[in-house]
């Protein structure tokens, strides 16, 4: 699939069918998720795949009942591992750089997942202690994204966007971009 | 070109030539990094677009004298719009969901640069106050990321990448994978 094709296709699907996800695919999806850059190369991810389902039930309950992630064949939790990027880079590295190298490779998991005709869904509100309790997260270790992945059950339509002349600036923030 | 190929062909580039950049091409770039997903869509991503040679010095002066910065054609500065998210979603928002929406969408509009032939950094080392000072953003925006762009001047090799089996767990996490 092409990329700006994946990237403008992609959506958040939050219904499953219940065709697994074959492990060659889900190495795939997972490779591409490591490919991202991240701060010095630290690649402070870490993804824990759920499949059962007393555990994708207690993820649900801990996501403040968000009961369709129990739906998907497939859920990967993403923690953020702040001792990899901290160790280098102090306080920067647990606060801003780990959360950005893991979104990265999120990003790259769900265009992935979508070129090859999975939907994914990026769930981020959830209590952390609960769900590091689940997954068996160390402290150092902090769940940054709850990802169910399975086949699309529905095609939502496109959300909407802001238009790019109230995001983007030209030289100073508040300056007006007509796009050239 | 292919998501697959987009992803793991991309490289961190810190050597440009001096072609600038089509308004076209941008507009291409910046519309791929605003279909990133964001949480609840609030979309807290704010883009400026540096083309000034003083201020892109002042840039790498800020990014601990990065020069490299300088040598592109365009610049972007990522910000975070803290308040559109925080207004929602408070804490979490301010200092979760608005790092990872600019970093998804970072990821992206670094795909769309590389299959348009460009290439980028994601440079996150600086001042932050020196950066909001250069760009002009309120208190309520938060650089995340300089992102500079230009046609690539080098060809660096692949960084090395951490073996899926250390990164991806089994239902806990500790577990082993085999990749199935």
Partial sequence: MDVFDAIKTRRSIRRFKEDPVSEEDLRKILDAARWAPSAGNRQ????????????????????????????????????ANIQRSSSRYGERGATLYCIQDTAAAIMNL??????????????????????????????????????????PAEKPAPTPRLPLEKVVHIEKYGSEWTGG
Same sequence: chains 1, 2.
């Fill in 44 to 79: 402070s991810w870490e993804f824990v795949i759920v499949r059962d389902l007393e555990r994708k039930r207690a993820l649900a309950r801990a996501a403040l009942g968000q009961m369709f992630i129990v739906e998907a064949p497939v859920v990967v939790v993403v923690g």
């Fill in 110 to 151: 769900m265009l992935a997942a979508h070129a090859l005709g999975y939907g994914t869904c990026w769930v981020g509100a959830f209590y952390d202690e609960e769900v590091a309790k689940i997954v068996g997260f160390p402290s150092h270790v902090r769940p940054v994204a709850i990802i169910p992945l399975g086949r």
